[in-house]
């Protein structure tokens, strides 16, 4: 179950994200819709973009054919395994072309670029550094606002 820390985050990555992605064709998803991985198998990113064809075209309740341009999940100390290479592993098979890995313990965003169908570490930013996407021209995530959500270290022992 996320926690509301986990929650925030992924609101204002909705948010900074949402105001681009309108002014570039894009639609931005919350948690809870399904990307079809495999015949048996769903993931569901924490915070998705997709062009507005592939957003038309999928289900009402996932995205059963097709992918999203970018995944983002937020890692949480119980999933930071299964983020880093379980859904890496399903994202790249699908062929979602980035992937990013927000880790608020860190506070870092690392992008990762598909590659010869295997991703690759391609931008890294932390502490309240603003993450300027290479991709998506023009994308600023000012991690500070991301942090603000987040505990301090301090105030997290125990």
Do not use: N
């Amino acid at each position: 179950m996320p926690t509301k820390w986990h929650e925030r985050i992924c609101a204002e990555l909705m948010l900074l994200l949402g105001t681009w992605a309108r002014t570039h064709g894009l639609v931005v998803l919350g948690s809870g819709y399904r990307v079809k991985v495999s015949e048996t198998r769903g993931a569901v990113p924490d915070v998705q973009l997709l062009t507005e064809a592939a957003y038309e075209a999928a289900g009402d309740a996932g995205m059963d054919h097709g992918r999203p341009e970018l995944v983002i999940e937020v890692v949480s100390p119980g999933s930071k395994r299964h983020d880093r290479f379980q859904k890496l592993d399903w994202y790249a098979q699908v062929g979602v072309p980035e992937y990013w890995i927000v880790e608020p313990e860190e506070r870092s965003l690392t992008a990762h670029r598909l590659q010869a169908d295997v991703y690759a570490i391609v931008q890294h930013a932390q502490g309240d550094e603003v993450f300027r996407s290479k991709h998506f021209k023009g994308l600023k995530v000012p991690l500070s606002r991301l942090w603000a959500a987040f505990p301090k270290k301090a105030s997290r022992a125990g």
